[in-house]
């Protein structure tokens, strides 16, 4: 292996410290004619007629995209610009990146895994790929800065599963990925960006694309179970991405997209990368860091710049709700944001009606709420609700649809319901049913699991025959691993089939347990954490996980005895509780709680046939 850095790992202290660095500049000096900074956005109206991605690859996208005046702007953590890459910059540099690529010997079809941050280089170095027929995937940054050594591991997992030849990450993270690829004899070359414009760029045809060629490796984000890559056709994006732009959203030439979302998760480089470039809209980042830190910055882009187009996870709806101060609303002004996209994970109805209760005085109108549903498994999108309806939703039975799988709607008020947030009809070329465990299909208001056909799903998972066989169905029917039901054509997700716990024949969402303990004063929203075990009697046991602030003895066995006992009055059933220290339970690249991964911590933590005669465990 070929190494541009030294492969000796800084302290923690120092690789820390590095990730306060600044965004890097977007203009290369590497073209005289583009090494000026350029200090205004670039423009929402275009120079050239709007294309709604109606082209075969990316490249072509870029090409077209390339002749306009739109294209990529990014700040920093107090809102000010940065940097901008106009996509007509944005082809320049890529070919010749693409040339340096080739110029490392590397094949047709080989891999370069790129750590993927909000800078002008991911972009670059990810279109210089498809320049040069590479296929490229992004790989996430930290969750948190005490994740040292859990990055590092994911990091090496993905490298060794994606068989990477090439691996990138600008200054900030290049020591994590130095270390996580340590001893791996496939790669060919480690570096940063600023070491592969150093190398030289052969006078190399770059060939075109073709539909039916791999486009991209997206690595899905393992809320469930071990990241997987996901592998996407140019055809399978491009046929995904007419529909987000036709159907989904209706884009047109007068929208701006304004973005948080990592490049990393499939509705940042799909819907929020590839989207603009191919309606050559404009797009304003704010990193993801920055915005966790301060979401009021991310509404605040939306407002000055006008921008019409903006999704979101429900966590970052509901991290702008409980920061952004009521004195901050008299400078916002979102009566421009059409299209408030939602989607990502399970949609909660009170985090739709909290945002946009606070934001009314701002001028949001919730109408602009838009659920939608998708996953990696489908480049992005499947079903999309209707624009300007804001969002409905369904009140059912909750007993009912425990005990029997069915969706019945209330009737009377009094009883204890769930509701759940439609999130609409398929995209055209997409066909989505729901299953019982013997496949056959079900009727409306019928709990199963939700499969999906179309023109956009993946061709498998990279190097994983068994999980493709898994996942793919006869038909090419993907399972989503997904429980919903169908009413009057539209989805509505109840859950995930893993998060499911049977518990002496009742089925228990562990959404529902967690929202249980969400609701004590001593518990915050995401800090829960509910799963099934079973011990060597094959005795199912529902597990609690708490991250706890509290520090008395005396408040955190109150707290244990509480929710042990609000399970049993909700469920029937008992339930194992664990106190653990704040950010100490496992999260995804994109930020969720990762049942999959607190699980089996608490299995390798726990003994479980002494623990599972204990009623409670408190750390």
Not at 117 to 131: K, S, V
Not at 259 to 268: Q, R, V
Not at 454 to 480: C, R
Request: proline share 5%; with cysteine; hydrophobic share 40%.
């Amino acid at each position: 292996m070929t190494n541009a850095i030294s492969l000796e790992t800084k302290p923690l202290s120092s690789t820390v410290a590095t990730l306060k660095g600044s965004l890097t500049q977007a203009f290369d000096s590497k073209l005289s004619n583009e090494s000026t900074i350029v200090v205004n956005p670039t423009p929402t109206y275009n120079s050239q007629p709007q294309r709604l991605a109606d082209f075969d690859t990316l490249t072509s996208a870029l090409e077209y995209a390339a002749t306009g005046t739109t294209g990529y702007n990014f700040y920093d953590a107090k809102g000010n610009l940065r940097s901008t890459l106009p996509y007509r910059v944005l082809k320049q540099n890529a070919r010749v990146s693409a040339r340096r690529l080739l110029g490392l010997g590397l094949a047709i079809g080989d891999r370069i895994a790129i750590v993927a941050d909000t800078t002008p280089e991911f972009i670059e170095l990810f279109f210089a790929c498809r320049y040069a027929g590479l296929i490229p995937f992004a790989m996430p940054l930290p969750v948190n800065l005490g994740s040292h050594a859990v990055y590092v591991q994911q990091l090496r997992g993905i490298l060794e599963g994606s068989q990477a030849n090439v691996a990138l990450a600008n200054a900030d993270y290049i020591n994590f990925l130095g270390e996580a690829a340590e001893g791996l004899q496939r790669l060919r070359w480690v570096g940063t960006p600023e070491q592969l414009e150093k190398l030289p760029a052969p006078d190399k045809t770059l060939q075109s694309n073709h539909p039916d060629e791999t486009a991209y490796l997206q690595y899905t984000s393992g809320s469930t179970r071990t990241p997987r890559g996901v592998i996407i056709t140019e055809r399978a994006v491009m046929s995904n991405l007419q529909g987000i732009v036709r159907n989904g959203m209706g884009m047109h030439s007068g929208d701006r997209i304004a973005s948080w979302l990592p490049f990393y998760h499939d509705m940042g480089l799909v819907g929020m990368l590839m989207t603009p470039l191919v309606t050559q809209v404009s797009v304003d980042y704010l990193a993801t860091r920055d915005f966790a830190i301060r979401p009021l910055q991310w509404l605040r882009l939306i407002s000055r710049n006008r921008c019409t187009v903006a999704f979101s996870q429900p966590f970052g709806l509901k991290l702008c709700t409980l920061r952004v101060r009521d004195s901050d609303l008299k400078d916002l002004d979102l009566s421009c944001w059409r299209v408030a996209g939602i989607g990502a994970e399970m949609i909660r109805p009170d985090t739709l009606r909290d945002f946009a209760e606070k934001f009314a005085p701002a001028g949001f109108n919730i109408n602009a709420f838009l659920p939608c549903y998708g996953l990696a498994e489908s480049t992005l999108a499947v079903t999309f609700s209707n624009t300007g309806h804001g969002f409905q939703s369904l009140r059912v039975d909750a007993a009912a649809l425990i005990d029997k799988k069915i969706a019945v709607r209330l009737q009377a008020d009094g009883r204890k319901y769930t509701e759940f947030v439609n999130c609409g009809r398929p995209l055209p070329g997409h066909t989505v049913k729901v299953a019982d465990d013997a496949g056959q299909e079900l009727p409306d208001l019928r709990v199963g699991s939700v499969l999906v056909h179309g023109t956009s799903i993946m061709t498998g998972y990279f190097n994983s025959p068994e999980e493709t066989k898994n996942a793919l169905q006869p038909g090419n029917w993907l399972d989503t691993g997904d429980l919903g039901f169908l009413f009057e054509g539209n989805l509505y997700i109840t859950g995930r089939r893993t998060d499911v716990i049977i518990v002496n024949g009742r089925n228990i969402r562990a959404q529902d347990v967690e929202e249980l303990a969400e609701q004590q004063p001593e518990v915050r929203s995401r800090e829960a954490s509910a799963f099934s075990i079973t011990d060597a009697n094959d005795i199912m046991t529902i597990v609690l996980v708490i991250e706890c602030r509290l520090t008395s003895v005396a408040d955190r066995q109150s707290l244990t005895s509480r929710l042990q006992r609000l399970v049993y009055m909700a469920f029937g059933v008992n339930c194992l509780v664990e106190l653990v220290s704040p950010h100490t339970l496992p999260r995804t690249s994109s930020g969720k709680l990762s049942r999959f991964a607190a699980r089996k911590g608490f299995i390798q933590r726990t003994d479980l046939t002494d623990q599972l005669s204990v009623e409670s465990r408190d750390r």
